[in-house]
């Protein structure tokens, strides 16, 4: 494989990571279908690893500084996390955050596999107070869909001196725009069907870290409970990160204008995002991320004029999921388990359209002025 510069930025990493550079190798590592492998090599049977996946996890590792591991989707990547925990074990967790992270810990709680805590983790206080004797904290920041900021310095600090792991799932800032591990977290969790894939045509989902035990752990848990990628999946993702950092950079530019726009446009009840100086989060965010994101929360008065607006959109398509080329909304609180969400709270993955297209079909969208 390509070994890297430590002087090389992440741009090119996500070119160059997992390449091979042997003499008369293919420069992207291709696609490797097989079940079964030849005695005597690294690899014997395909659920226990496969090259094209070692080359995602080479990458990945590198971009967010530790050692990756790819998994069939985030969320069989979040539960292999907490399988690593003992039975009874207490998970410190965000009142609001990914539906498939609060379901799947509702589950367990509720079959007493494990005990949870709801917090605020935007309200640091109320986090450090919620950590005491906990097992395990597990962050968000962007939350999802709310977009709040966590302070990640200083709860993961304090996480670490009580001896908590730490989880955090990086899906919305992605390695490029905040690397939690650098800033003392045990794991970082990724839903590489979002940004890291970017077409909405995959499903992955990958575990980095620095712990070696922990490492060790996630990958027996991969292999007993057969959590694994498959291999034109793995594929796709790494192809997909090739281009990460041109994709997020054209989201981004265009969410901060759209953003700027929904935030003046008195259609619009409130806006999230942060970038707006108006979010409370905007000067932790300035500080802990490379950037803001390319995700926007919007409200609108009622439930029915955010159903409206989805119906008579054109451009900018309806779907539950984020983090593709496309402009995708969806209207969150219509999903069960989303209750606590503004009921016209409308979530936007701003893709890499020409940033005015965009605009006037949301414009168009919202109705008369």
């Known amino acids: 494989m390509t070994k890297p510069l430590p002087s090389w930025h992440p741009e090119t990493l996500a070119v160059t990571a997992g ?20 005695d005597g090599g690294i690899y014997g049977y395909g659920r226990w690893g496969n090259p094209t996946w070692g080359a995602l996890e ?9 050692r990756a591991l790819v998994f069939g989707s ?10 690593t925990l003992p039975v009874g074990a207490t998970v410190v967790l965000p009142s609001t955050a990914y539906l498939g992270t609060r379901g ?17 983790v935007t309200d640091a206080p109320a986090v450090l107070a919620g950590i005491q004797g906990a097992d395990m904290l597990w962050l968000e920041s962007p939350t999802n869909p709310l977009l709040g900021i966590a302070d990640l310095a200083t709860l993961l600090s304090a996480a670490r001196q009580q001896g908590i792991p730490t989880v955090v799932d990086n899906t919305f800032a992605t390695p490029l725009l905040q690397q939690p591990l650098q800033l003392g977290a045990t794991a970082v969790v990724h839903s590489a069907t979002k940004y890291i894939g970017g077409h909405s045509d995959l499903l992955c989902g990958a575990v980095v870290t620095r712990d070696e035990e922990l490492l060790s752990n996630l990958q027996a848990r991969r292999t007993l409970h057969g959590g694994v990628a498959g291999t034109m ?20 530019a265009n969410a901060r204008i759209l953003a700027e726009r929904l935030a003046a446009d008195p ?8 970038g707006l100086p108006t979010h409370p989060g905007h000067d932790l965010a ?17 439930s029915a004029l955010a159903d409206a607006l989805v119906g008579r959109l054109r451009l900018v398509v309806g779907g539950t999921s984020l983090g593709g080329v496309e402009s995708t909304i969806d209207r969150r609180n219509r999903w069960p388990g989303e209750e606590d969400v503004p009921s016209g709270l409308l979530r936007l993955s701003v893709g890499i359209e020409h940033v005015e297209d965009i605009w006037q079909d949301l414009a168009q969208a919202l109705g008369p002025a």
């Open 286 to 302: 300035a500080r802990q991320m490379a950037g803001p994101g390319a995700m926007i929360s919007f409200e609108l008065a009622s």
């Open 58 to 66: 080479e990458a990945l590792g590198l971009l967010e500084g530790g």
């Open 104 to 120: 799947l810990l509702a589950d367990l709680a509720a079959r007493q596999r494990l005990q949870t805590r709801a917090v605020d």
């Open 233 to 252: 999946e793995a594929w796709l993702a790494l192809r997909g990160l090739r281009t990460l950092p041109l994709r997020l950079e054209r989201a981004q």
């Open 74 to 83: 985030g969320q069989a990547a979040l539960a292999a996390v907490l399988e």
């Open 267 to 274: 259609r619009v009840v409130a806006t999230r995002y942060p």
């Open 19 to 38: 390449r091979p550079d042997e003499p008369g190798a293919p420069f992207n590592t291709p696609p490797t279908f097989a079940s079964t492998f030849r």
